[in-house]
């Protein structure tokens, strides 16, 4: 699949934008005593084999910019070996991936960066998956490897709540983020199949249903391409540490 470099250079323009207007803003934060600046680790991410980290500033009253960066390095999924007792297939699936997320902040309580708070944010995401695709021919299991990547875009707004639970220490209670956009990547697999394979396998394809987007594929005799685009949702929410400075 081939990288959608307008979008994906879009994100990274705002993203830099959030951090130049930080920039323009110093003057207007010296009198935040406590420092202007907040970096944070997201902890139930540690769990899923994902570091997630995000930058905030301050820039103007109870308003705030960030940048978050999600990196998951591609391996087998965390407890996997729960999916292998329920499916070797989902068992054997890899994943990794890199996200970029720009946001803007607006704090509801006393002051920037405490008490509840609203962030509409965009996101950038990159997956790479792989996964042995099974399916029956001639009354036997066969198995085609997949792999590729998808590229995801999305808007979404975050609802959340951030404390001083300690001196210049902070968590961030990101509750409920829904963000919606589109999608696009590709599954390729090299196999020789005769033409009952071929058919039989285009006939398991068949059955996959997906809650966005859409899924398309090709069958040959060398192997397979499954394609999907079309809309791509999904819900952001984590428990993270931060450091005032």
């Known amino acids: 699949m081939n990288l959608n470099l307008k979008k994906l250079g879009l994100t990274f323009v705002i993203g830099l934008g959030c951090l130049q207007v930080c920039l323009a803003q110093t003057n207007e934060n010296s009198a935040v005593a406590d420092g202007a600046n907040l970096i944070k680790l997201n902890l139930p991410s540690l769990a899923l084999k994902t570091l997630n980290v995000q930058y905030e500033r301050a820039i103007y009253g109870k308003t705030s ?53 609203i962030a509409p944010y965009l996101r950038y995401a990159n997956y790479n998956a792989s996964i042995n695709y099974e399916f029956t021919s001639n009354n036997k299991t066969e ?39 589109i999608s696009q990547g590709s599954l390729i697999g090299k196999k020789t199949l005769d033409t009952q394979e071929q058919k039989d396998l285009r006939d ?15 069958v040959d005799g060398n192997g397979a391409s499954v394609n999907l685009k079309g809309p791509w949702a999904g819900i952001r929410a984590n428990i993270g540490i931060g450091y005032r400075f």
């Open 65 to 117: 910019v960030g940048l978050g960066i999600r990196v998951m390095p591609k391996g087998s999924l965390p407890f996997s070996s729960l999916f292998n007792d329920i499916d070797d297939q989902l068992g054997s699936l890899e994943l990794g991936n890199v996200a970029i997320t720009p946001e803007i902040k607006f704090y509801l309580g006393k002051g920037v960066f405490k008490g509840f708070y």
């Open 143 to 181: 198995i085609i490897p997949l792999s590729g990547k998808l590229n995801t875009y999305t808007a979404g707004v975050l609802f959340g709540a951030q404390w001083e639970i300690a001196n210049k220490l902070y968590l961030d209670w990101s509750i409920f983020g829904p963000q919606y956009g």
């Open 204 to 218: 398991e394809l068949d059955g996959i249903d997906l809650p966005v987007g859409k899924v398309t594929y090709t």
